[in-house]
């Protein structure tokens, strides 16, 4: 008797192993950053066609080890009112920062962007100087991200909201 109550746990905790492992692989967002790219050519990529759109560059560094960067990739992309302002104002890209590759070269010219932890938002001018680095930590909500807060964030470095003529009052 002992030897069938064994088992049966055994048998138990083994499936609700195996149950939690299935959900919790399922419900991880889909690897997004890609360790090979070449950085310095999607920057280049993504600087001449902000210039040719007359938008910003967002360039999101992260890496697929960081649930956070999946997170954030994954809210942008679902929640239409952060996906539509994103678009309307921002040539976006990805940055890979992992142990495969640190894209060290690339990121330092930006600073010491690592201090804020990741994922982290570098917003480039259309020329791809740097206008603001966002700590993407202060944009979460709970488990996720706040809507208002990314959007507010994405309004505020827009280059129709940086640009001095739209200060200038009309006599």
Not at 136 to 152: A, C, D, N, Q
């Amino acid at each position: 008797m002992k030897t069938i109550i064994k088992n049966s746990l055994f048998l138990l905790l083994l499936c609700t192993f195996i149950a939690v492992k299935a959900q919790t692989k399922d419900s991880l967002p889909p690897k997004i950053y890609n360790p090979q790219a070449n950085a310095k050519a999607e920057l280049a990529s993504a600087v001449s066609l902000a210039k040719a759109q007359n938008k910003h560059v967002l360039i999101q560094v992260g890496g697929n080890w960081c649930i956070w960067c999946l997170r954030l990739h994954e809210f942008c992309a679902k929640n239409q009112k952060v996906d539509s302002t994103l678009k309307a104002n921002y040539v976006f890209t990805l940055i890979n920062f992992s142990k495969d590759n640190k894209n060290e070269e690339i990121l330092s010219q930006f600073g010491p962007v690592q201090r804020f932890g990741y994922p982290v938002w570098l917003i480039l001018d259309e020329n791809g100087k740097l206008i603001h680095i966002q700590e993407t930590g202060l944009l979460e909500e709970g488990k996720g991200y706040s809507e208002e807060k990314i959007v507010g964030v994405l309004n505020h470095w827009s280059k129709t909201a940086i640009d001095p003529k739209t200060y200038i009052k009309k006599q």
